[in-house]
């Protein structure tokens, strides 16, 4: 019974019916919808990391993810390239919630060859806890690293998301939050050379996103 009650499925529904309990008591009163400034206002330089490429996302793509708010860029620091990509939602209500890209990147023809979640070491007080992945699409090989971001809180793990969303909305009467995604292609097949570029354009750029999310 024990390892029913623990199990993924279990903890799942859990999650989505206290979701929407809380979405249903915070409906009572208008959510406190925070304002933030637009991506698209992120530097164009990031510590040594330049932005090369201002990346497009089609009419098809918003629609699906719903997004309040999204930036596609590529950024490279001479030797290493990196995309990033955002997705801020400031609400979650009405199916307005980030697309995993565990499902998306399958999706889009990349197979998931590793995964696991990490803790990265950022340059602040504590390393924040990020999803890991290596992932396959013909002979290309890219490592992803993504998680949930509100505000000074970083969560890797979808459910854990889910649960902090039934908090502020019950604590603060708010849902916000951002999908932040990284990938850097693995030249060579080098994981330990691309971890080292990631984990550097993750430091260049950290900082700095959390002033264009609501505080």
């Not at 406190?32 to 698209?40: A, E, K, M, T």
């Not at 919630?97 to 340059?123: F, Q, R, Y």
Request: positive net charge.
């Amino acid at each position: 019974m024990l390892s029913f009650l623990n199990s993924r499925a279990v903890l799942a529904a859990s999650s989505l019916i206290l979701l929407q309990g809380a979405l249903m008591y915070s409906a009572i009163r208008p959510e406190s919808v925070p304002s933030s400034r637009p991506l698209s206002q992120l530097p164009a330089m990031l510590g040594s990391w330049k932005l090369v490429q201002e990346g497009l996302v089609n009419a098809e793509t918003r629609d699906v993810l719903k997004a309040d708010d999204l930036l596609n860029r590529i950024y490279a620091d001479g030797t290493n390239g990196a995309s990033l990509f955002i997705a801020a939602f400031r609400s979650q209500r009405n199916g307005k919630v980030p697309h995993s890209p565990k499902n998306c990147l399958p999706g889009n023809g990349w197979t998931p060859m590793k995964s696991e979640e990490i803790a990265l070491d950022v340059g602040g007080p504590a390393p924040i806890q990020v999803n890991r992945y290596v992932v396959a699409h013909g002979d290309e090989r890219s490592l992803v690293l993504y998680w949930y971001q509100s505000r000074d809180r970083v969560v890797a793990n979808e459910y854990a998301a889910k649960f902090w969303v039934v908090v502020d909305a019950m604590r603060l009467n708010r849902t916000d939050t951002a999908l932040v995604r990284v990938i850097v292609p693995l030249t060579n097949r080098d994981e330990e050379a691309a971890d080292r570029a990631a984990t550097d354009f993750v430091r260049s750029f950290y900082g700095t996103l959390r002033a264009y999310l609501p505080a």
